[in-house]
């Protein structure tokens, strides 16, 4: 089993939707929680970073974390076009150096 | 743009091939760390550097060595290649903390 579960869709939603995405974690070890955008061979881009339980929001973007249930949430509201890329969940442990990343969700917003 | 640089973008040799490839950090951050992307194992933290030291090592192979120079610019040196080696492979990096900035990766091809 891996350390962290996602979706890897496609997710494909209209322009202007909701799009709601998540993973799931294994290891209570982990205490911070990133979410990347990636588009097709680029680099990921940091979007969001948190290590609360809780909600916390960005412009159109919500990050949702919930410890005890070892659960996270990307929510995109408006999604555009634009908004069409591959999103990576990565988390960290309190201890240690590297990020461990979740296989990716695809979504696609369609015009 | 994270700040982070890559180069070359992309690399095409043939088994049996060593190539280095370089990395860039952010200005002022002292971390680097080398990923690697493949559609069936997804980002994979392969090792950091912090200031020079080796600090972490994940999925590396023997195959595989870096260092960080005194500029802090890094080099990964991937040797006898295999065509599984084929992948593209992302240096990220951060000055503390838990989140890190990706460059925009180096496709390498091996045939």
């Known amino acids: 089993q891996k350390e962290v579960e996602q979706d890897p869709g496609p997710l494909s939603v209209p322009e202007g939707a909701i799009v709601s995405l998540n993973c799931t974690y294994s290891n209570s070890a982990f205490q911070y929680f990133m979410w990347y955008r990636q588009y097709s061979r680029k680099g990921p881009e940091l979007l969001m970073y948190?290590?609360?339980?809780g909600n916390k929001e960005d412009g159109r973007f919500t990050a949702q974390v919930d410890k005890s249930s070892k659960y996270i949430s990307l929510f995109i509201r408006d999604s555009q076009p634009s908004d069409s890329a591959t999103y990576l969940c990565?988390?960290?442990?309190?201890?240690?150096?590297?990020?461990?990343f979740g296989g990716g969700t695809r979504v696609l917003v369609k015009p | 743009d994270s700040g982070v640089t890559q180069t070359p973008k992309h690399l095409i040799t043939a088994t049996g091939q060593r190539v280095t490839l370089r990395c860039s950090p952010r200005?002022?951050?002292?971390?680097v760390y080398w990923y690697q992307q493949s559609l069936d194992q997804g980002l994979q933290f392969l090792i950091q550097y912090y200031n020079g030291e080796e600090r972490a090592k994940g999925n590396i192979l023997e195959r595989f060595s870096a260092q960080q120079f005194p500029d802090l610019h890094s080099e990964l040196n991937l040797s006898s290649l295999e065509l599984g080696d084929s992948a593209l492979y992302f240096c990220?990096?951060?000055?503390?903390?838990?989140?890190?900035?990706f460059g925009p990766g180096t496709r390498l091809t091996v045939t």
């Open positions: 990220a990096s951060n000055l503390a903390g838990r989140e890190q900035y």
């Open positions: 990565a988390i960290h442990k309190a201890a240690g150096n590297k990020l461990t």
């Open positions: 948190t290590y609360s339980s």
């Open positions: 200005s002022g951050d002292l971390s």
